[in-house]
């Protein structure tokens, strides 16, 4: 299994940018498709976009569809969520998971087997 440790959050301003990444530990990080979670204070955690092992398929909620990648390099066992035109509902902790399976996409968390402990995006108004 896999461990997962996230980096990139931080403060920015509406509109702006943020890369976040997922280091993966573990030598079956390719046999693993990856997805990014988000949950903002008082609701619950949310499905954001996800990707196949091969980086070949990918899926989105569609509140980002056209403002978040996401996109792997399974020789860095790392996976990226690059967020663009980034909105203050966008503000949550941001987790990257990993499921174990060829297709795409698992989209409910319950069929996520790793994750990693979270990292903070605020967007500021």
């Known amino acids: 299994q896999v461990q997962l440790v996230e980096s990139g959050g931080g403060l920015v301003q509406a509109g702006g940018s943020l890369r976040l990444s997922c280091a993966a530990s573990?030598?079956?990080?390719?046999?693993?498709?990856m997805g990014w979670f988000r949950q903002a204070p008082g609701k619950e955690r949310e499905f954001v976009a996800a990707?196949?092992?091969?980086?070949?398929?990918?899926s989105y909620v569609d509140s980002v569809k056209g403002r978040f990648t996401i996109s792997r390099d399974n020789a860095k066992n790392t996976v990226y969520l690059q967020m663009n035109s980034l909105k203050p509902e966008d503000t949550a902790v941001y987790y990257c998971?990993?499921?174990?399976?060829?297709?795409?996409?698992?989209?409910?968390?319950?069929?996520?087997?790793?994750w990693g402990q979270g990292t903070q995006v605020t967007v500021s108004s």
């Open positions: 998971a990993g499921w174990e399976g060829r297709g795409c996409c698992a989209l409910n968390q319950y069929q996520y087997r790793t």
């Open positions: 990707i196949s092992w091969s980086g070949g398929s990918t």
């Open positions: 573990g030598r079956t990080f390719s046999n693993y498709g």
